[in-house]
């Protein structure tokens, strides 16, 4: 069984910013890639960023030059520094993991006001 469990999300206003944590532990073997998902009310899942153990990036279009991720992987843990946070960026975030299953976190909210 593996846990991730997210932390760091709230409240910000519009221009501000937020940084998110996910720490996997339990039944860990060797997690490969790490990552965020998001998930806005009334809307489908959209892809974030991931982050390879070997720390190969990729940005989903709507974050690029605004979030960057950050990985240590002694204590597989993942940073989410989210920049120039707008509106849209409001919504749950789910932290996943890889192993030899796809693992999820329970969620953090992030609200950005206008």
């Known amino acids: 069984q593996v846990q991730l469990v997210e932390s760091g999300g709230g409240l910000v206003q519009a221009g501000g910013s937020l940084r998110l944590s996910c720490a996997a532990s339990g039944n860990i073997r060797r997690i490969n890639d790490m990552g965020w998902y998001r998930q806005a009310p009334g809307k489908q899942r959209e892809f974030v960023v991931v982050i390879s153990r070997g720390g190969s990036i990729i940005y989903g279009d709507s974050v690029k030059g605004r979030f960057t991720i950050s990985r240590d992987n002694d204590k597989d843990t993942v940073i989410l520094q989210m920049n120039s946070l707008n509106p849209e960026d409001t919504g749950m975030y789910y932290c996943?993991?890889?192993?030899?299953?796809?693992?999820w976190g329970q969620g953090t909210q992030v609200t950005v006001s206008s």
């Open positions: 996943y993991g890889t192993s030899n299953d796809v693992y």
